[in-house]
């Protein structure tokens, strides 16, 4: 088996494979903060016609706030602010998408914070 290829149970109901993919970095540098990153993962899921529902029972999420991780507003209409994918079932939600796009995006905040302290630390 391909090292980013696992074996995942659907529902109980059959056994799949599913590959995690990298997105193209000019994908990742579009998104503009971790919403974004999120709803990226969400629009470019391996699996078309798989509805949040069932992202929310592989993820072991609670259903009514997957739409919240995926709105496109981080505030509701009455300004309280929306839910954010917690960071501890990222690995589940990539596993069911089949891609990375949070991961990379997490990545490259990271080094870029990196980077800007290097060349701080470097300034005379």
Not at 53 to 82: D, F, I, M, T
Not at 86 to 91: E, L, M, S, V
Not at 102 to 112: D, F, N, P, S, V
Request: glycine share 4%; charged share 25%; aromatic share 6%.
């Amino acid at each position: 088996m391909h090292p980013h290829q696992e074996l995942s149970v659907n529902s109980g109901l059959h056994v799949e494979t599913s590959s995690r993919r990298f997105l193209p970095t000019a994908e990742i540098v579009q998104c503009e903060d971790y919403r974004s990153a999120v709803r990226l993962a969400w629009a470019r899921r391996n699996r078309p016609h798989m509805t949040q529902r069932q992202l929310a029972e592989e993820c072991c999420l609670y259903p009514p706030h997957v739409s919240s991780y995926l709105h496109s507003e981080s505030v509701n209409k009455h300004g309280a602010r929306r839910l954010d994918l917690p960071a501890d079932r990222i690995t589940a939600f990539e596993r069911s998408v089949g891609n990375h796009a949070i991961t990379q995006y997490l990545t490259r905040l990271g080094m870029l914070t990196l980077m800007e302290e290097v060349i701080e630390t470097r300034r005379p």
